[in-house]
């Protein structure tokens, strides 16, 4: 496998540096670079293009920030001489600093592509993690939970006394810790305010609006094996049924058929989460928590009633739940004029504490008690590449990655802090209109926040005092670099990379919309020899592949002179009138298990499907699989003039 993958690599490096060619402007460097990073290569394996480049990537970035190239001790990023830069793509960074590492002053942006494609380029390959990558990740995990500031309220109890979150104050975190703006109790007295605003325009969420119901989330739960069903439940925890009644929330006859003389069938029984890890990189994985299937169901209510909320307040200026595009456009005008900074945090999820959000929601005890209901605060540690550090967990932060409330709650929050670091830097008096003007001048998506960059200072020594942990390798406020949201951007264009995915050198049904996508990413951008090379992998499905217009927004091979289907198979179809060609089409399909008439019902009282929908089917569906496969389709889709939209045609054409 190793030599195998290595093998498949070693066409990435020489596609590549095809690409980049015209970027060097000695031959003889050219040379050198690609011979050193193919002996690399085979000397230490992949590690060196997923590990070692992005990491020597990453010192870029923040060299570029700094506008000083600061010699490191990475592999391939060592200095020799009197030369400031390194040997490896020298002649590209000699084009960017100069030999004393200043910045030039009109450093090239086409060898700031270069040199950030190539290193970046095999960042995202999906390969196993090693045990002692789980085994680190799990020990961090759990050191942090253990710095975790306490909470004030009793957030372990059932009975949840919400309304003695009005005394609280986030000054009581101690003023000799902050060290923001003029006044350090100043600075905390503007935060609390800045929260109270916002969490009172956010309304009563015990007065539920249409729409906002309960649902499931596409992932796996703690408590239910995979043929169970997950509108039966079993347990229902005393906590979660004192704000969410089990006649209401879990079935669609008030119980009844829950009661076996006088007692109730169900369980008051709450199960703790459970964490899993999940692929992210080389080095390490994603540990995320498995929630019960109770907590989850009501998490998703509570998302969804604080997203439709959130719209109706001043945060729907600077915070969305589901779309990065604000995040994107403020990083690239960040860094083209300097005037944002984007602050990355480190493992902001597992940071965030109770005591923190006690205090931030203090004056709508309407979402306390909600957030404290649905709150799982008890974690099980089981992974069995560390068996070592298996253990219970009770619960200081907030809420692990894997709950649904997470996201919603830290982007609310960290908005708040955003904001609130105007206010302190600027001196501004607290009135509607300055917060209202405050919020569009900021953007948070989750950890991804954007404030302007006089600004930065004060927001970070906030987070900090909140307990959180600013990622100085990814924030940037000097300088014209700017990362947010999967947007690189260096002095207003966009220098974010195509990335290759898939290690293997012949795609399958399932992998080919990934690597079909990632083709046509490094085509777009004219890194045209690393396209083919990837459109290599799966030359087997090249004959049933059409050649699209980049205005056609159907799976193909783009280009930029417009359609091509003379090499796909035709017919004319008696029965649609119509010209259809045969090409690969995406498919998805989920197994469903049926589960009893009752839950069925529950199920579709929940989904509410169309009146005319004959597909729909009931049960407990496994994770989606998708994958594309030949069939008949539209030839007039495939044409830039074609009046009907991708997303209708694939809804109207059936397999």
Not at 45 to 63: E, I
Not at 390 to 405: E, I, N
Not at 570 to 575: L, Y
Request: charge should be positive.
């Amino acid at each position: 496998m190793q030599n195998s993958l290595v093998t498949h690599l070693r066409g990435y490096v020489e596609a590549m540096f095809k690409d980049i060619r015209f970027d060097y402007r000695r031959t003889r460097d050219w040379e050198r670079d690609k011979a050193r990073l193919l002996h690399e290569l085979e000397f230490h394996g992949p590690r060196v293009l997923t590990v070692d480049l992005p990491a020597l990537c990453k010192h870029l970035d923040k060299c570029l920030a700094d506008g000083l190239y600061v010699p490191s001790k990475l592999f391939l990023g060592r200095c020799w001489g009197q030369n400031q830069v390194p040997v490896f793509l020298r002649d590209l960074f000699l084009q960017i600093f100069s030999r004393e590492g200043m910045i030039l002053e009109t450093p090239s942006i086409y060898a700031i592509a270069a040199v950030r494609w190539l290193l970046l380029g095999c960042k995202k390959i999906t390969l196993p993690c090693p045990v002692e990558g789980v085994v680190n990740e799990v020990k961090s995990f759990i050191n942090v939970e253990a710095r975790v500031r306490h909470h004030s309220l009793n957030w372990e109890c059932d009975e949840f006394r919400s309304d003695e979150a009005e005394c609280l104050h986030f000054a009581d975190f101690g003023q000799s810790d902050l060290d923001v703006g003029r006044s350090p109790g100043r600075a905390a007295s503007i935060l609390s305010a800045i929260a109270d605003r916002i969490s009172t325009s956010l309304g009563d969420l015990h007065l539920e609006r249409p729409g906002e119901i309960p649902r499931h989330g596409p992932g796996v739960v703690a408590d239910l094996t995979k043929k169970a069903s997950k509108y039966q439940f079993a347990d229902w925890p005393a906590k979660l049924d004192r704000i969410f009644p089990y006649d209401l929330y879990a079935t669609t006859d008030f119980g009844m058929s829950q009661l076996v003389g006088h007692e109730l069938q169900y369980r008051n029984r709450e199960v703790p989460s459970r964490l899993i890890a999940v692929p992210k990189d080389l080095t390490k994985p994603r540990l995320i928590a498995a929630e019960p299937s109770q907590y989850q169901w009501i998490q998703q209510l509570v998302w969804n009633q604080l997203e439709a909320r959130v719209k109706g307040t001043v945060l729907k200026n600077c915070v969305s739940f589901r779309d990065q595009g604000l995040n994107q456009r403020f990083a690239i005008e960040g860094s083209r004029t300097g005037g944002f900074a984007t602050i990355d945090l480190s493992a902001a999820s597992d940071r965030l504490s109770c005591a923190v959000v006690e205090r931030f929601f203090r004056s709508n005890i309407t979402i306390l008690d909600r957030l404290h209901a649905c709150r799982t605060r008890w974690l099980v540690v089981d992974l069995p590449e560390a068996k070592q550090h298996s253990c219970y967990l009770s619960l200081k932060k907030f809420a692990p990655m894997g709950s649904a409330v997470t996201f919603p709650v830290q982007s609310i929050v960290y908005a708040g802090v955003a904001i609130a670091s105007i206010f302190v830097t600027r001196g501004w008096k607290m009135t509607n209109a300055n917060v209202t003007k405050a919020s569009k001048m900021v953007t948070v998506f989750g950890d991804d926040i954007i404030v302007p960059t006089d600004c930065c200072r004060n927001a970070i020594g906030l987070l900090e005092y909140l307990g959180l942990k600013v990622n100085v390798g990814k924030t940037y406020e000097r300088g014209f670099f700017r990362e947010s949201c999967g947007v690189e951007a260096y002095a207003g264009i966009d220098v974010s990379p195509a990335r290759v995915l898939s290690p293997t050198n012949h795609a399958s049904n399932g992998s080919l919309s990934s690597v079909l996508q990632s083709s046509n990413n490094f085509w777009e951008h004219g890194m045209w020899n690393t396209a083919k090379w990837l459109e290599s992998t799966f030359i087997h499905f090249r004959h049933l592949l059409p050649v699209v217009d980049t205005r056609v927004e159907v799976p193909g091979l783009l280009s930029f002179c417009g359609t091509s289907l003379d090499h796909l198979p035709m017919r004319r179809s008696d029965a649609l009138h119509r010209k259809e060609v045969r090409v690969m089409r995406p498919h998805s399909k989920a197994q469903t298990l049926e589960t009893d008439g009752r839950h069925r019902l529950f199920q579709w009282f929940i989904e509410s499907p169309a009146p005319d929908l004959t597909t729909w089917e009931s049960g407990t569906r496994d994770a989606t699989v998708a994958d594309m496969r030949p069939g008949w389709a539209d030839a007039q889709t495939f044409l830039p003039s074609s009046n009907i939209s991708a997303s209708e045609h694939w809804k109207r054409e059936k397999p």
